[in-house]
Nanobody, 127 residues
Framework: VQLQASGGGLVQVGDSLRLSCAPS????????MGWFRQAPGKEREFVAA????????HYADSVKGRFTVSRDKIGDTVNLQMNSLKPEDTAVYYC?????????????????????WGQGTQVTVSS
């Protein structure tokens, strides 16, 4: 599976962006899709995830209430709507696919759960 993330860009504080991630070529049944981000000089961190079958979602505390993850089953696309952006949201955002077994939703925070990763899309929030 190759995942392609898109939608990043340069925005101002308080603006919104919508990231999308779709597979190229053949797609597989996902257990879940996740979004992670990595800021310069920092480790990659969990942002949000969605269980494909039932749409349950899970968020990092830092984005809860501002970001919304959703999926489009027809297009196998996962989206991340980001509102009220802050400078600390500046990072490269990665989508990832989890093809594994069902697990407690908190487990979707773990990078080790994910089998495939997209190439990343840059989000820069300017103050």
């Amino acid at each position: 599976v190759q995942l392609q993330a898109s939608g990043g860009g340069l925005v101002q504080v308080g603006d919104s962006l919508r990231l999308s991630c779709a597979p190229s070529g053949r797609s597989f049944g996902y257990y879940a899709m996740g979004w992670f981000r990595q800021a310069p000089g920092k480790e990659r961190e969990f942002v949000a995830a969605i269980v494909w079958r039932d749409g349950r979602t899970h968020y990092a505390d830092s984005v809860k209430g501002r970001f919304t993850v959703s999926r489009d089953k027809i297009g196998d696309t996962v989206n991340l709507q980001m509102n009220s952006l802050k400078p600390e949201d500046t990072a490269v955002y990665y989508c990832a696919a989890d093809l594994g077994r069902p697990a407690p939703i908190a487990a979707l925070r773990l990078m080790s759960r994910y089998d495939y990763w997209g190439q990343g899309t840059q989000v820069t929030v300017s103050s």
